[in-house]
């Protein structure tokens, strides 16, 4: 009886492996496309036929792009666990000696891309990270969802950068919003598929906001992030003209170091660190 149940068990496996390469193909290798398989499952937040478009081989980014998504992950967990409001994290990897002062490491060379998106069934927010070749190949060891976060902008609006401005920077009473919602937000360099660069530096993107969406090098951040609480999750968009527009604010008040920036605010003690 034991040996049969062993017969029962090599049959029940091999007809197992037989279902499974019908099912894959054969032509691309079985194991390749049963690792693939077993990984979509744990993927819960991404849809199948974005699957088959961007997954391809696995694919790695370069140390210091993976060190500054995991450094985002992290600030922003921080910041929520923190509990506080109107308060400023920072996820910075580089500095501004190293050039152009975002918190990311340069994208454009590596054609990375960081698109965010609010699910609202889940109340989570979803981080996929792109890049490989033409920059279009899900980095599947970097997903990650953040429970309970909302993704914002200070843009949108001159009265909403404005609002801001003068609460933060300025340090005066405003009534009115100081942030925009914003249920998708991309990160990239728009430049990164050309052969010659008008201007370096990283970009954000949020759909439905055209007036910055063409801008380049227009998230000059510092790395600063910032909360006004419940879950709510803001960058800052940056412009080089004026002390704000509706596009974001001037990135010496963001990235810089002089007077009335968020890190010298942030040094003298009248803002909040979360």
Known sequence: MEVAGYIVSAVLI??????????????????????????????????????????????KLPDEQEKAIFQLNETIHQMLRSGKKDCFSNYATVSAQDGMYN??????????????????????????IYGGQAGEQLVTS????????????????????GNFFAKFI??????????????????????????????????IRVP?????????NNLLDGG????????LICFIPTTDVNNIDSSGIDDDYV?????????????DGSLEQC
């Open 142 to 161: 970097l997903l990650f969802s953040i429970e309970g976060m909302k993704p914002c902008v200070i843009a949108g609006s001159e009265e909403i950068v």
């Open 208 to 216: 439905g906001y055209p007036i910055f969406n063409n801008e380049y």
């Open 14 to 59: 091999s007809i197992t492996i037989i279902i499974l390469a019908f099912a894959f193909g054969l032509d691309g290798g079985l194991s390749e496309k049963i690792v693939n398989a077993v990984q979509g499952k744990t993927d819960q937040f991404i849809k199948e036929s974005e699957q088959e478009a961007y997954r391809g081989d696995l694919v």
């Open 103 to 128: 918190g990311f490491p340069p994208l454009q060379e590596e054609g990375v891309s960081i698109v965010i998106n609010y699910d609202q069934t889940s109340q989570a927010t979803n981080f996929k």
């Open 170 to 203: 300025e340090k005066r009473e405003v009534a009115g919003d100081y942030y925009s919602l914003a249920n998708s937000i991309q990160i990239l360099d728009p430049d990164a598929d050309l052969t010659t660069y008008d201007e370096e530096g990283n970009s």
């Open 224 to 231: 600063w992030i910032f909360t006004p609480g419940s879950g």
């Open 255 to 267: 990235s810089g170091e002089e007077e009335n920036s968020i890190r010298s605010r942030l040094r």
